[in-house]
């Protein structure tokens, strides 16, 4: 240091340690969205994206479909799923109820289109095929405001809102007195107590759905 000139004896100012934090936190960000990216988790957490990968690996945790979901399931995740598929098989079997299902998810909605990239490729190679683009119809959708997300009170404040909307759009359900079955993600704001209290207030049957599920919504695939 003094071959350098520098007579300076105090201690110069070190990088600091990096920030350490719960494996909770992170499973609760996940939790509300399960599409962010390392890069927003990263700065949600006010830590580096290297540490977010780190912790992604300690946890078994790799995206799938755009979500991060576990590496490999439990023999109490696979028998769950399969004792569940094996009851709702059996269920329409013996009366159909998928026409009542009503579909509830959370995604981001691009305001933009992507860019089409050109794939360089040896002669004859085929290209990658691009996915044909399907409508389907939706009764209802809300859009958040900036940095607001997704908690028990708006979540319920949208079912009231989902319900209105399916009173005018999906009539024919009320007079015929037919169960609405929802299928939503169970994120922690979807199982908070307001909202499973008001599912009852709706007698609304909330559809089996066991953790980890592949089941995918429409909106995945901008299907909308």
């Avoid at 953790?211 to 995918?216: G, H, T």
Wanted: proline share 5%; charged share 25%.
């Amino acid at each position: 240091m003094f071959k350098n000139g520098d007579f300076n004896t105090k201690d110069k100012e070190r990088s600091r340690r990096p920030k350490v934090y719960d494996n909770a936190d992170l499973e609760e960000l996940l939790n509300k969205d399960s599409c962010q990216t390392q890069e927003e988790l990263a700065l949600t957490l006010k830590v580096t994206q290297q540490a977010v990968s780190h912790q992604l690996k300690s946890l078994e945790i790799i995206q799938k479909q755009g979500h991060w979901v576990p590496h490999e399931l439990t023999p109490r995740n696979i028998e769950h799923r399969f004792c569940t598929c094996e009851m709702l098989l059996a269920r329409q079997k013996q009366k159909g109820f998928l026409h009542r299902i009503v579909n509830g998810d959370e995604k981001w909605i691009y305001y933009d289109n992507p860019k089409k990239m050109k794939l360089l490729g040896p002669p004859g190679h085929a290209s990658t095929s691009t996915a044909k683009q399907i409508f389907m119809e939706k009764n209802f959708y809300c859009l958040l405001k900036p940095n607001e997300t997704i908690t028990g009170s708006v979540y319920r404040t949208q079912l009231m809102r989902s319900n209105r909307a399916l009173k005018e759009k999906r009539a024919h359900y009320y007079s015929r007195h037919d169960e609405i079955i929802f299928l939503h993600y169970n994120a922690r704001s979807h199982v908070a107590a307001p909202v499973k209290t008001y599912l009852q207030v709706l007698n609304w049957e909330v559809l089996l759905h066991p953790p980890y599920s592949p089941d995918i919504a429409s909106s995945d695939f901008h299907f909308f």
